[in-house]
DNA sequence: TTGAAAGCGCTAACAA
DNA sequence: TTGTTAGCGCTTTCAA
């Protein structure tokens, strides 16, 4: 060590110990000189411990104990280029589904040394250029987006920045960037083909808001074309989009049940809206399934012991999560390229549908 | 502008273009040299618009933009000593009236230029430690914790760093940091205090666990000690503690009904608790709250749908994590110290609770 | 109102 | 294996 770098070491230090004297932090460089070694093993004592002798190491580590040592998060980023976080964008978090994704992820993340950023973009696709600017601003090393209907900004926010992205929840042929998901279509595809093998003739739909959201819209698309494929009735009055909230599902049953020749059946965008239908039923004298077959879509935890207990689709969000974290985790370390991925999403039998009456 | 600073700018600049070809990321550096202003003026017009003139104000922003710059938090947050990020240590997200929390949390930081960064604990004191570590090596702003039961190194880190931190959900006189929550507590015994008034003699509880956990401690103790006011038993086998799920809350009603003299009203830790009780109550045939009666606590907005509709506690989440989220901001931004509050938390008498038969 | 320049605390070439 | 040193991209005195 050269008689200047001990002099400006010094200097440094005094210095912050005048000015900063309420909160005193210490830096690689006290570090280093406590330890009587330079601030590079420092540094790599830190980061890859393995390049430095025991003995260093040893005797840089107990001064990182002793002296409360924490790295700046912001100096490491800025001089690695690597922030060590890593964003999500999603929709709400009042969803039970996604709240279990997200926190998949997140302990995925904190499992190997990364923080979660989250921001939440209430299903507004303007709002979400903002929050995916500023997850970039602030370096997170990639980011977790739902489904792929997007602002143009976002996608060229992504392009520019180099930022490796995952779409979750969603499944489309080469999709701009990789897709964690489901497909959508075919599970409530599924759930009418059931239904109609059941001599449903007349079904109907709760569907989520399909605008700007390709999940719900898939959902929709699967009912309607596979009853058309059936060749029955597919018309707009038998399809209300609803938010998300029980008195929604509640809405929307009274809507579809105001018309003549009602539907026998009735297929959910997700269990809340299941729910409420179930909920307004029960009030209306409506029994279910005899007078009313109701599936639903997620499989929120509560839908098996409801009475009776909720035929629904089995969303695994808590493994979209970890194997999105995963992904991302592997491609930060060594490159490898983030692959799309279709999960199932199993119907499950349960007892909200039986034959019409 | 000197020449040396000219020719040092466009050293930079050109070693940049040839080594990272692939992404091009504009610095103040670019956007400077494209306007002919300095980085200062540059940083100002980011900053503090108003410091500088119209003239060269918009010459920037139009640099800003045609570049498509996006300024680096890293090197914001080392230069500036601020990070404009806030941390929030929850115990779970799967619990809905936390994620309605964080997201009201989030929602007010992101309306003001802040982002949050989330971690979950799982209600391991231990693990927690290592997540309050990394955030504040992240360098936020300030933090969120759920309670005041944390680890003695969590205390030490907050103290040492001096970060700004607050406790939600919890009530307690003096805290070692401010406390934005209800009284825990006060709640159940009002509870108590309306099935007493009810006629009930045996009351029971399906707790939270209490262990590491004072809300739940409170919860627990509110019911016992309003018990013992009223001169009625209060012994162990009455008080049984779950984890959150519906089937733990069978679970418990389950234990409950176990013994001799079982209780003629249950109080629930909270409403997934209370609906395992009503589920399990219902599978066994007993009517509620002819044969039982229940109470719960949350007021999640199922639980007003249910047949009959749960009596519960109604905990102000959103209210408290908007309120925290402010606080936080203000003394950010003026220095303001954040306050203690006490938020209340209503008894809703609904539907689940009637004399004992 | 504007600019020059010194860092913020760390990592990573490069040298030894 | 270890040290030297030049930045990472920004903010912020201090001068002008």
């Given at each position: 060590m050269?008689?200047?770098?001990?002099?400006g070491?010094?200097a440094?230090?005094?210095?912050?110990?005048?000015?900063?004297?309420?909160?005193?932090?210490?830096?690689?460089?006290?570090?280093?000189?406590?330890?009587g070694?330079s601030t590079?093993?420092?540094?790599?004592?830190l980061?890859?411990?393995d390049?430095?002798?025991?003995?260093?190491r040893?005797?840089?580590?107990?001064?990182?104990?002793?002296?409360?040592?924490?790295?700046?998060?912001?100096a490491?980023?800025?001089?690695?280029?690597?922030s060590?976080?890593?964003?999500?964008?999603?929709p709400?978090?009042?969803?039970?589904?996604?709240?279990t994704a997200?926190?998949?992820?997140?302990?995925?993340?904190t499992n190997?040394g990364?923080t979660?950023?989250?921001?939440?973009?209430?299903?507004?696709?303007?709002?979400e250029?903002?929050?995916?600017r500023?997850?970039i601003e602030?370096?997170?090393?990639?980011?977790m987006?739902?489904?792929?209907?997007?602002h143009?900004?976002?996608w060229?926010?992504i392009e520019?920045s180099?930022?490796?992205a995952?779409?979750?929840?969603?499944?489309?042929d080469n999709?701009?960037i990789?897709?964690?998901g489901f497909?959508?279509?075919?599970?409530t595809?599924g759930?009418?083909?059931?239904?109609v093998?059941?001599?449903?003739?007349?079904?109907?739909?709760v569907?989520?808001?399909?605008?700007?959201?390709?999940?719900?819209?898939?959902?929709?698309?699967g009912?309607?074309?596979?009853?058309r494929?059936?060749?029955?009735?597919?018309t707009s009055r038998?399809?209300?989009?609803?938010p998300?909230s029980h008195?929604?599902g509640?809405?929307?049953?009274?809507?579809?049940?105001?018309?003549?020749?009602?539907?026998?059946?009735i297929v959910?965008?997700n269990?809340v809206?299941?729910?409420?239908v179930?909920f307004?039923?029960?009030d209306r004298g409506?029994?279910?399934?005899g007078d009313?077959?109701v599936v639903?879509f997620?499989?929120?935890?509560i839908?098996?012991h409801?009475?009776?207990?909720l035929?629904t689709?089995?969303v695994?969000?808590?493994a979209?999560g970890?194997?999105t974290?995963?992904?991302?985790?592997?491609?930060?370390?060594?490159?490898t390229?983030?692959a799309s991925?279709?999960?199932?999403?199993?119907?499950?039998?349960?007892?909200?549908?039986?034959?019409?009456?």
């Open positions: 050269t008689a200047a770098g001990r002099t070491i010094s440094r230090r005094a210095r912050r110990r005048r000015h900063n004297h309420p909160v005193f932090k210490p830096t690689v460089e006290d570090i280093a000189v406590a330890a070694v590079a093993t420092v540094s790599r004592v980061n890859k411990p390049s430095v002798s025991q003995f260093l040893d005797k840089v580590r107990a001064e990182v104990t002793r002296l409360g040592y924490l790295p700046s998060g912001a490491r980023a800025l001089a690695s280029n690597r060590h976080t890593a964003g999500a964008v999603i709400t978090l009042n969803n039970a589904i996604f709240a997200v926190a998949a992820f997140e302990a995925a993340l190997n990364y979660m950023l989250v921001t939440v973009s209430s299903y507004d696709h303007i709002h250029i903002a929050h995916v500023r997850l602030r370096g997170v090393d990639a980011l987006l739902v489904g792929l209907d997007h143009d900004d976002v060229r926010l520019s180099k930022c490796p995952v779409a979750i929840w969603g499944h489309q999709p701009p990789p897709c964690l497909d959508n279509a075919a599970a595809c759930v009418v083909d059931h239904l093998g059941l001599g449903h003739r007349r079904v109907g739909m569907a989520g808001v399909t605008e700007g959201n390709d999940r719900a819209r898939a959902r929709r698309q009912v309607e074309e596979t009853l494929r059936h060749g029955l009735v597919c038998r399809f209300v989009e609803k998300y008195q929604d509640r809405d929307g049953l009274s809507e579809l049940l105001a018309h003549g020749e009602p539907p026998t059946a959910c965008g269990d809206l299941a729910m409420g179930m307004e039923a029960r409506l029994s279910i399934p009313l077959s639903g997620d499989n929120l935890p839908t098996e409801l009475s009776p207990a035929t689709i089995d695994p969000s808590a979209i970890t194997a974290a995963e992904a991302i985790l592997h491609h930060l370390a060594d490159g390229p983030i991925r279709v999960f199932p999403a199993p119907f499950l039998l349960r007892q909200t549908t039986a034959a019409p009456a």
